[in-house]
């Protein structure tokens, strides 16, 4: 079974914050994934059903107001863009949780695991 662990040091992006109106992509949004594709280790790709863990590491003085779901979207785009999965129809799972970064190190981990054949 393939799996794939890493920390990203990259600040997780709110779903609020890709889009200018409903169609075009924000200048921010495009800036993330570019860095995030660059800091982001070249791994063998998953091509089959998969669990994803992700826990985001953020410092907002806001913490307990910031929607946990709006860094879904991004972070799954990003981890498909490189690679690592074949297709986000590919996921089966979703585990997520948000948690106070420590030293104001924003970061998000990522752990994704080939599911078993049924």
């Known amino acids: 079974m393939k799996n794939i662990s890493e920390i990203i040091i990259i600040s997780p992006i709110s779903n609020n914050k890709l889009w200018q109106g409903r169609r075009y992509k924000t200048l921010l949004y495009t800036d993330w994934i570019k860095e995030g ?5 070249k791994r063998n790709r998953i091509k089959g059903n998969v669990k994803i863990q992700l826990y985001f590491y953020i ?3 806001n913490f307990n107001r ?3 779901d709006n860094f879904l979207k991004p972070t799954i785009d990003l981890i498909v863009k490189k690679g690592w999965i074949s297709n986000d129809k590919k996921i089966q799972r979703i585990i997520c949780e948000k948690k106070k970064a420590e030293n ?3 970061k ?3 752990i994704i695991e080939e599911e ?3």
Not at 37 to 41: A, D, E, G, S, V
């Open 66 to 68: 910031c929607d946990l």
């Open 104 to 106: 104001d190190k924003e």
């Open 59 to 61: 410092k907002h003085f």
């Open 108 to 110: 998000i981990e990522i």
């Open 37 to 41: 594709l660059f800091i982001m280790p």
């Open 116 to 118: 078993k054949k049924r």
